[in-house]
């Protein structure tokens, strides 16, 4: 059974810094997987915010996060990481992190993921 499971969220006030973490088990080999950070907020869409490839050598990174946020990977320890700095109150949503199977290129789109976790709430206070 694939489990993805989040931690690190709370509240923050702007300006701050968090760090996301994301635990995988249940997966054949986490290391074949390219992983994703995605967010939600109240009333809108799921959107991806960064995404990395399997080996780590490759990232995407939403606009809205460029600069502020990176994403690392430690396959040893079957986790991915989401560094989150400069918070803004824009940021606030429930984050969620995502494994991608395909291993075809990085992907940006919520349904082209496999796997999801339960999500952690960001809230960033003005």
């Known amino acids: 059974q694939v489990q993805l499971v989040e931690s690190g969220g709370g509240l923050v006030q702007a300006g701050g810094s968090l760090r996301l973490s994301c635990i995988a088990s249940g997966l054949t080999a986490f290391k074949n997987y390219n992983m994703g950070w995605f967010r939600q907020a109240p009333g809108k869409e799921r959107e991806v915010v960064t995404a990395?490839?399997?080996?780590?050598?490759?990232?995407y990174y939403a606009d809205s996060v460029k600069g502020r946020f990176t994403i690392s990977r430690d396959n040893t320890k079957n986790t991915v990481y989401l560094q989150m700095n400069s918070l803004k109150p824009e940021d606030t949503a429930v984050y969620y992190c995502a494994a991608d199977m395909t291993r075809i290129g990085l992907r940006v789109a919520p349904d082209e993921y496999d796997y999801w976790g339960q999500g952690t709430q960001v809230t960033v206070s003005s």
């Open positions: 990395i490839t399997w080996p780590g050598t490759s990232t």
